[in-house]
């Protein structure tokens, strides 16, 4: 599944199963799958986010869960939201002319699958929310996705029409 995703897309989803073990709880959640989308500083999510004047630390700040339970030797599964979350980003990504998912797609899938839930109400707080984020996206250039994320999993594809 994750063949399509670049370095930094894959990079989130390890920093959200860190961020779920670092709570305490023994699942990968939405809050935990865009935390790990703005852990890297220059990430396409965080471009993202610059563009519409949000920094990316102050939005992950306002995400925060209260730690749970420790469960640290517990195996961690994707949260059904997640799931949905990760195989949106991928429909984004095609939808958007991009061969490669970012953690731009991801981070606005997130937000997309919850709109009103903790991610989605830390944008609206920092000012924006899914439809002006979503359209902030589309307005950037697919190809300047793949060159930031510069380690994609394989080659770039050529289109043969």
Same mark, same amino acid.
Request: proline content about 8%; overall charge negative; glycine content about 0%.
């Given at each position: 599944m994750f063949d399509r995703f670049t370095e930094q897309a894959r990079t &989130?989803?390890?920093l959200a199963q860190e961020e779920a073990q670092a709570d305490g709880v023994i699942a990968v959640e939405l809050t935990h799958l865009a935390l790990g989308?703005?852990?890297?500083?220059?990430?396409?999510?965080?471009?993202?986010? &610059?563009?519409?004047d949000i920094a990316a630390a102050s939005l992950a700040d306002h995400s925060r869960r209260v730690p749970g339970i420790d469960q640290s030797s517990a195996t961690l599964r994707l949260a059904e939201p997640v799931k949905r979350a990760l195989e949106s980003s991928m429909r984004l990504a095609m939808t958007l002319g991009s061969t490669m998912v970012t953690s731009a797609h991801v981070l606005v899938s997130v937000v997309g699958v919850d709109p009103d839930g903790e991610v989605g109400g830390a944008l609206m707080r920092a000012g924006t929310d899914l439809t002006r984020l979503e359209l902030t996206l589309s307005q950037m250039r697919p190809q300047e996705f793949i060159e930031s994320g510069r380690q994609a999993a394989g080659p770039?594809?050529?289109?043969?029409?």
């Open positions: &989130a989803i390890v989308c703005l852990s890297q500083p220059h990430s396409d999510a965080a471009r993202l986010l &610059a563009t519409l770039p594809q050529e289109d043969k029409a």
